[in-house]
């Protein structure tokens, strides 16, 4: 067991420092000078070497690649190019929003497949598992950028129940969030439904039927927890396709967290802000990814107990 | 087994054809009709007009083509090159397959299609480099796959034999291994496929897929956002062409997965 945690551990922090180095090497795939793209063409030359001194560029690259892993250590990820600030004041501002709207869509997911899964494993077969795999089906095959707009369209617009953008209170999640968790209810509704297949031919399923207990408290009691374990490894393996799904759901709604942030530093060419964007954002899966692990094997007494 | 195919198999035919033939086809996706700016579906436009007056059919079957183009690339290239640094990893063992693990799992790390955006962002828009960016991130799940499905079968007595015969690596890697480890490569290239059609789409959402005045079904959709309420069948078209090719995708590779009978065991 605990040979196991330290593996995992030794490999997250393997990881973590690729990470780390892929992120470092975007700034060199650009085609042409960085120098000359962030700042066009038309730049003086005082400032584009100015600009190259200050991003270090100027440097040989095992040089830059030891003062970046030195800056990530100390939080320090630079200014951005575009506002002037700093790109930790930045995130710092950032990051709740999305945690917010990841948090929202993550409750709405497991709200609409827990129900739709329980039925469909439990009347598997008949027109409830038909019905309930066939809407997952819809879910995993509508992208949100379609999604999104589709949402505002028919709320927003036509009925006028929720605002269009921006990020002003309550009313203003409830359509990102649908449009963000959609697809990670259709991927766990189908997770709900195969663990509590598996379950439900379980034998002490079959003796608490037995016992005469009522269908509710034989699937909710004794089903359920049972099945939690694969089901909660699939909301960690998701949880990155939820942030990067963040990124295109955040764009769409004006929604004003890291993942529009991504989106404008690109735009404008503000690489130092793309670079902590993605790094910040896979650093954030990475953990969650290790910690998915680490709780799978404390939640398991027949691994958590093993000596 | 012919009628639970056909629904998803005529959308994927229908996609096929209108996108190998749009060039063949008299369409006029580029052409700019003035007094029909955002005009609704008639006769001659059954999908009606966009925000420029061009008949949006036609821009539909031309972002057909971007997508199929794309998809094709991208899942081809992500497969022969990640099934072949799969297989040598487990073939060759020891310090090659650590290195290669270790690289998948820093790709893998890298959430959704994140990656993607980023380095056709840095990268510069335009389709080619929606392509390089998309297979950089694409070949991960096939070696990821190649391997562990090679780890179980290189140790089979027919291999084994094969090598006690002296047969070269290179046939024992084509007859020997390829063939067996195929079924499970297609059903994820199946999906890959569905994933990169969106993948493709989401980046011309984002403006760093196919650029203007060329179609792409994900830049119809950012275009139509603007025109949502005098305008929805511009979002509409799209998105409901893409809707249905990655919902039958989808569906045929689940049909695929049980004929097959394959487990995708996304473990490590």
């Known amino acids: ?307 | 087994m012919i009628r639970s195919f056909s629904f998803p198999l005529i959308i994927l035919v229908a996609w096929c054809l209108l996108a190998l033939s749009a060039t063949l086809l008299p369409l006029r996706p580029d052409e700019i009709i003035l007094q029909k700016i955002l005009a609704l579906p008639e006769w001659q436009a059954w999908l009606g007009y966009d925000d420029l007056g061009r008949p949006i059919a036609d821009r539909l079957i031309m972002g057909a083509r971007t997508s199929l183009l794309v998809a094709f690339c991208v899942v081809s290239i992500s497969l022969v090159v990640g099934t072949a640094i799969g297989v040598f990893a487990a073939w060759f063992g020891g310090w090659w397959d650590k290195i290669t693990v270790l690289v998948i799992d820093i790709f893998i790390a890298f959430p959704g299609i994140l990656l993607a955006i980023a380095l056709a962002g840095l990268l510069g828009p335009g389709i080619m480099n929606a392509v390089i960016a998309l297979s950089i991130v694409g070949w991960v799940g096939f070696a990821r796959l190649a391997r562990a499905q090679t780890l179980t079968v290189k140790e089979r007595e027919h291999v084994t034999a094969a090598r006690a015969l002296g047969t070269s690596t290179s046939r024992i890697a084509f007859y020997h291994l390829l063939p067996l480890i195929l079924a499970p490569l297609i059903v994820e290239a199946t999906f890959a496929i569905a994933g990169t059609v969106i993948a493709e789409a989401s980046l011309s959402f984002l403006g760093l897929g196919v650029q203007p005045p060329d179609a792409s079904w994900g830049s119809m959709i950012r275009e139509g956002t603007r025109y949502m309420l005098v305008a929805p069948h511009m979002v509409l078209a799209p998105g409901v062409a893409i809707f249905l090719v990655v919902l039958s995708i989808n569906l045929l590779g689940d049909k695929l997965r049980d004929k097959m009978d394959v487990r995708l065991n996304n473990g490590k």
């Not at chain 1, 990067?244 to 529009?260: C, K, L, M, R, Y």
């Open chain 1, 1 to 307: 067991m605990l040979n196991y945690l330290f593996a995992r551990c030794i490999t997250a922090i393997f990881v973590i420092f690729g990470v780390s180095t892929l992120v470092f090497m975007l700034i060199h795939i650009v085609p042409g000078d960085p120098i000359e793209v962030m700042l066009g063409e038309t730049a003086q030359f005082a400032d584009t070497e100015a600009l190259r001194i200050a991003l270090g560029l100027h440097l040989p690259l095992h040089q830059q690649w030891l003062n970046f892993m030195s800056q990530l250590f100390t939080l320090d990820l630079g200014t951005s190019l575009y506002s002037k600030r700093e790109i930790t004041a930045l995130l710092a501002e950032r990051i709740p929003p999305t945690v917010i709207l990841a948090c929202a869509s993550i409750i709405i997911a497991i709200l609409i497949a827990l129900p739709l899964g329980i039925m469909a494993a439990v009347y598997r077969g008949s027109l409830w598992d038909t019905s309930a795999m066939t809407i997952s089906m819809f879910g995993i095959s509508i992208p949100n950028f379609w999604m999104g707009p589709l949402l505002i369209m028919v709320f927003s617009l036509w009925l006028g129940w929720f605002p269009v953008s921006g990020n002003e209170g309550f009313a203003s999640l409830i359509l990102p969030a649908i449009t963000l968790g959609t697809a990670l209810a259709a991927l766990l509704s189908r997770m709900v439904r195969a663990a509590l297949l598996e379950v439900l031919n379980e034998d002490y399923i079959r003796a608490a039927r037995a016992r005469g207990l009522s269908q509710f408290t034989v699937v909710l009691r004794h089903g359920l927890p049972n099945a939690a374990l694969p089901i909660i490894t699939v909301l960690g393996m998701q949880f990155g396709s939820l942030l990067a799904g963040a990124v295109i759901t955040e764009t769409i709604f004006s929604w004003p967290g890291v993942g529009q942030l991504t989106i404008e530093a690109i735009q404008k060419r503000d690489y130092p802000v793309v670079q902590a964007c993605v790094l910040l954002i896979s650093l954030v899966y990475v953990t969650v990814n290790l910690f998915t692990d680490l709780a799978y094997a404390f939640l398991d007494p027949r691994v958590r107990l093993e000596k």
